[in-house]
């Protein structure tokens, strides 16, 4: 079965630090575009950031904030959430999509396209002021 799991989530202060793991099994995340979007509550889906290959992509709201990397050996892609603020609280999820510019049109569209073919149960971030 081909599948993403999210963890790290969690209650953390404003200006802390979380680091988001979006565990892949069935399929190497390194042959796909990976994704995390977010959702708070009430409020609509918003694309986060997204990579493959190297290719990288921020929304404007976390750039210079967060940080995507994949780890290969762990067949992973992590979130790395620093100067965390309130309004990122959230439940994130990741995703998978066979190609990259696909991936990047439903994160930076804030869109959960079709082209999203794996999608996690998602993860609960609770930033505190």
């Known amino acids: 079965e081909v599948q993403v799991v999210e963890s790290g989530g969690g209650l953390v202060q404003a200006g802390g630090s979380l680091r988001l793991s979006c565990v892949g099994s069935?399929?190497?995340?390194?042959?796909?575009?990976i994704g995390w979007f977010r959702q708070a509550s009430g409020k609509e889906l918003e694309g986060v950031s997204c990579t493959e290959n190297g290719s990288i992509y921020y929304a404007d709201s976390v750039k210079g904030r967060f940080t995507i990397s994949e780890d290969s050996t762990n067949n992973a892609v992590y979130l790395q959430m620093n100067s965390l603020k309130p309004e990122d609280t959230a439940v994130y999820y990741c995703?998978?999509?066979?190609?990259?510019?696909?991936?990047?049109?439903?994160?930076?569209?804030?869109?959960?396209?079709?082209?999203?073919?794996?999608w996690g149960q998602g993860t609960l971030v609770t930033v505190s002021s």
């Open positions: 995703a998978a999509a066979e190609d990259y510019l696909s991936m990047l049109y439903a994160v930076s569209s804030d869109q959960r396209t079709g082209a999203l073919e794996v």
């Open positions: 069935g399929f190497r995340v390194g042959d796909y575009a």
